[in-house]
């Protein structure tokens, strides 16, 4: 769906959504429910899906249970498994653009190349690969897992065999027959490791750093529960709740009481006794850190697979390539035909923040030099009007980021709302002073979390070791410190007026009966260091 014609004839609309995986559908969902149809989701794949879609690897699946990991607007009764996998995941998507009505506003095969703000005329000008447009906001929904990192090893570049990472699933390739390398231990090797390990000649596992990893307790859904899902909802919606308590209930041990996790820790070790009989191989595998404190792996696969006799571990990371022998950092050598790099993503270093210049002139990436920060991981000082989903330190260790995601769409509509209602040609842009004090509060609260405490080095830690990728507390807590917009946290701006407009009473002080100064931040009423389970279970279930 076009908007209207811009400045200099180019097309403007009222959102541009960037990116279709559950956050930008999320996105186009939502605006469509508050009325909004001026709008465009900008997607450079020739499909929506996001990470679902860039994922296709042999035995690619979710670790969070299908009735939790699904729109609470959009519930499917139909989930095949209890943790599906990503083609029953990438048609949920695909149901969803069609089913709310958004593929006349998606456009597919157009890259975002660069967004700069106007101040004059206070919108955004945004360069696609298919053209230029303009927008009032921008919502970046591109999320963290979508820009695969690749590591530069010497000797990379001349070996001659196949090469590719895990989320560029080159399909045309056989393995059969094949000796395979696959490098990294994280959440996707340890499901392809064991898909692939039947199939190829001999698998060699290059392991920097073992992983924690729990029994995943996959079944198929019986005809009769689906049935039981369709005719009677609220059995639908009881599941999904009882997930999504029970995990509320395990934060706590995560956040601040991580010696509790020593019970979990004994549980994942006899996990591993079931399947590695080997003493050294166990002892290869068992990590020195404190469980959770890099992501808790599910499978029930991934021991058994390393105890096959083609199957080799090296416990060490991989060092450099001679010609077709790549060769670790214990001197270990081995001799390959591919290459499979399971090395993670652009987390704390997105490249869409490369392509952001806010109303200073510079971009968010060199904003965000020193470490990611957003005020409720959704707006960034110096970028009015930019919003991000799945933004600085919302990421879970434990939980659905559905409803992290559904939280910051709240937090989205409220924030056009208020520009509604502010009236006219009219920004918001995210006081220096609000996403300071957000973010002391949120590395505060991270100091004692096992995350930080845990003793590892994981994705979750930038450059500077801060931890700015997850949060530390319960998505209902979440809820609550992103339920709707406080002005007095944002500078009004409009179109000829380069000073700041004060605002006069804020959403939340009008609650609490008092009316800030004007220009002046009030302490903020919603702070809150409250754990726990969030009683409004209807809100996700």
């Known amino acids: 769906m076009g908007g209207t014609s811009g400045k200099g004839g180019r097309e403007h609309v009222r959102v541009a959504v960037i990116g279709s995986g559950f956050g930008g559908l999320g996105a186009a969902v939502r605006l469509r429910r508050e009325g909004i149809t001026d709008f465009v989701v900008l997607e450079r794949a020739d499909s929506v899906g996001g990470t679902w879609r860039d994922n296709s690897y042999p035995g690619c699946a979710c670790d969070v249970p299908s009735h939790l990991y699904s729109f609470s607007f959009a519930p499917n ?41 106007d101040t004059d005329e206070l919108r955004w000008e945004i360069e696609t690969s298919a053209g230029e447009l303009t927008a009032d ?55 392809i490791v064991p898909a692939i390990a039947p199939e190829v000649e001999h698998l060699t596992l290059f392991q920097r750093t073992p992983p924690w990893v729990m029994p995943r307790t996959d079944r198929s859904i019986t005809a009769v529960e689906r049935w039981l899902h369709r005719q009677l909802p609220f059995t639908r919606a009881a599941r999904r709740g009882l997930l999504w308590g029970i995990r509320e209930l395990q934060v706590s041990a995560f956040t601040k009481r991580p010696n509790q996790l020593g019970l979990i820790e004994s549980l994942a070790k006899a996990n591993m006794a079931r399947s590695i009989k080997d003493p050294a191989l166990r002892a290869r595998l068992t990590p020195s850190y404190r469980i959770g404190c890099k992501r808790i792996l599910l499978s029930s696969e991934y021991y058994p697979a390393l105890a096959r006799p083609d199957v080799d571990l090296v416990a060490s990371g991989l060092k450099e390539i001679r010609g077709s022998v790549l060769v670790a950092a214990d001197g270990t050598e081995t001799e390959v035909d591919a290459i499979i790099f399971g090395t993670g993503f652009h ?75 502010l009236g006219g040609k009219v920004a918001l842009g995210a006081r220096p002073s609000a996403v300071n004090r957000w973010n002391r509060q949120v590395q505060a609260r991270m100091e ?86 969030d009683s409004e279970a209807e809100d996700v279930a």
């Open 137 to 191: 906001v921008v919502v970046s929904a591109t999320g963290p897992l979508s820009d695969p990192k690749m590591p530069e090893i010497p000797g990379l570049a001349e070996f001659p065999g196949k090469v590719f990472h895990s989320a560029r699933w080159d399909h045309d390739y056989d393995l059969r027959g094949k000796r395979v390398a696959m490098i990294g231990t994280g959440a996707s090797a340890i499901q």
């Open 448 to 533: 004692r979390t096992v995350w930080n405490t845990g003793g590892c080095t994981s994705w979750y830690l930038d450059a500077q070791g801060r931890n700015t990728t997850v949060w530390p507390g319960t998505t209902g807590e979440f809820r609550r410190e992103t339920r709707s917009v406080d002005l007095a946290e944002y500078e009004v701006l409009r179109v000829g007026e380069r000073e700041r407009v004060p605002v006069a009473v804020s959403a939340a002080a009008v609650g609490a009966g008092a009316a800030p100064l004007p220009g002046a931040l009030p302490p903020d009423p919603r702070a809150s260091n409250v754990g726990g389970v």
């Open 347 to 421: 987390v704390t270093d997105m490249p869409i923040a490369d392509r952001v210049v806010g109303a200073e002139g510079r971009t968010l990436a060199d904003a965000w030099k020193d470490g990611m920060q957003a005020l409720r991981g959704a707006t960034a000082a110096g970028f009015p009007n930019w919003m991000t989903i799945i933004g600085p330190n919302t990421g879970l260790g434990n939980s659905s980021m559905i409803l992290m995601i559904e939280s910051q769409l709240t937090y989205m509509a409220d924030y056009l709302r208020q520009l509604g209602m």
């Open 77 to 117: 009764p139909d989930w095949p498994r209890t943790f599906s996998g990503q083609p029953a995941i990438r048609a949920y998507l695909e149901h969803v653009a069609d089913t709310f009505g958004l593929r006349r506003h998606i456009r597919l095969d157009t890259e975002v190349l660069m967004m700069r703000w």
